[in-house]
């Protein structure tokens, strides 16, 4: 049996056409963006044409766009600012963040920095609005909020424009690790009340190691990486050129194909969920899916039993790839903090599928008859 891949919330295979773009600067073009002859100017006017491209897409202006390593160097970033820079001595979060979000305020809190409050979650994994309200209300301190858009494991969506606003009532921060959307749904940051997003490329068929990180022009904070003059003297660093030019040429892909790669993704994951609940009894699905959930992302419950125990490793063992949670936690045997923030259920085995334009429906089938023989 062919490798099957369904953990592109994981990462996703790099489109050809990226490559491509990419090409000539891992080649002939490859000098030093800060040097002054023309190699480096060559270089310089991809980066800053890169710039451009991704500010356009996102409708944010070119300077509220930082190119980083990724979407964790980018969230350490943001909310390390927000408490050391902009006088948020509270940090709000959910337990159901991403670790670069959870592991960045644990630290700030654990070292004085900040005090730290959890919204809750509702059943379904979606934040519970009002909590915040209070949160927000109850806080004698300048806060920071960070709520991801989009969860990497259930997929539930959060609404920036709604949170935001309560951001702005209450003289708040707003940091959104938006890993999961940007690439995968359209952006007006012109008119989204948010402070900082990140975005990471190889999560659209980008290359991986290269990431962004916006900041609302109307903030300041200090420079990240201390060194050269690079990233307008926020992140000093030889830039990752071909990296840059990647995720340009990604996001570009992405946005141009929107509306069909959305409709087939969407497609694949109604077909799973329907496939999963017509032919193995005893599941359920986390968080959202049929309501505001990411496109390309399934989590299942299949009922524990001696064989389904191991169902990662046997559906490995078949050459189809998925995970547990989180790409960062899947080889450890802790399970989710997600899914056992959500339910606990001793009883249940949890699996992500997560889909990408290069899957099929023949896929899930073949996926499908393999679980019936596992489970
Ligand atoms: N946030 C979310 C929601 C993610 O899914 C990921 C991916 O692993 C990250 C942050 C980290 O991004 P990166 O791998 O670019 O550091």
Do not use: W
């Not at 009002?130 to 109850?138: F, S, V, W």
């Not at 990140?198 to 990486?225: A, D, Q, R």
């Not at 309501?291 to 419950?301: I, K, Q, T």
């Amino acid at each position: 049996m062919e490798r099957i891949y369904l953990d592109n919330a994981a990462t996703t295979a790099m489109d050809p056409l990226v490559l491509e773009a990419m090409m000539p600067y891992l080649t002939n073009r490859f000098g030093n963006p800060s040097s002054i002859y023309s190699y480096g100017r060559e270089s310089r006017m991809g980066i800053e044409n890169a710039r451009k491209s991704v500010a356009k897409l996102l409708h944010a202006h070119p300077a509220e766009i930082f190119f980083t390593s990724g979407g964790t160097e980018s969230s350490n970033t943001a909310i390390t600012a927000a408490v050391r820079d902009l006088g948020c001595k509270h940090i709000i979060s959910s337990k159901i963040e991403h670790h670069a979000t959870l592991h960045t305020i644990d630290y700030l809190h654990r070292n004085g920095e900040a005090s730290l409050s959890y919204v809750q979650v509702l059943e379904n994994g979606h934040i519970d609005l009002n909590d915040l309200e209070l949160l927000l209300q109850k806080s004698s301190e300048k806060c920071l909020v960070t709520l991801m858009h989009a969860n990497n494991e259930i997929g539930n969506i959060t609404n920036l424009h709604i949170i935001g606003t309560l951001c702005k009532k209450y003289d708040a921060i707003f940091h959104s690790d938006t890993v999961q959307t940007v690439g995968h749904f359209p952006f007006d940051l012109r008119n989204t009340p948010v402070d900082f997003i990140t975005g990471s490329s190889h999560k659209f068929h980008g290359p991986k190691g290269v990431g962004i990180l916006y900041i609302n022009e109307n903030i300041k904070i200090k420079p990240f990486i201390n060194g050269g003059s690079q990233e307008r003297n926020m992140r000093a660093g030889t830039e990752n050129l071909y990296g840059i030019i990647g995720f340009a040429k990604a996001l570009e892909i992405a946005s141009e194909n929107h509306e069909s790669d959305m409709k087939v993704i969407q497609g694949l994951k109604n077909y799973m969920k329907e496939s999963i609940e017509k032919n193995i009894d005893g599941t359920s699905f986390n968080g959202d899916p049929t309501g505001s959930s990411l496109y390309a992302v399934l989590s299942v419950n299949f009922q524990k039993t001696d064989k389904s125990e191991m169902l990662l490793f046997n559906l490995d063992i078949n050459n189809i790839c998925a995970s547990g949670g989180s790409a960062c936690t899947s080889g450890a045997d802790q399970g989710s903090h997600v899914i056992r923030a959500l339910n606990n259920d001793p009883t249940k085995v949890t699996v992500r599928f997560s889909f990408s334009k290069y899957n099929t429906t023949s896929e899930i089938d073949q996926v499908i008859e393999k679980l019936k023989e596992i489970i």
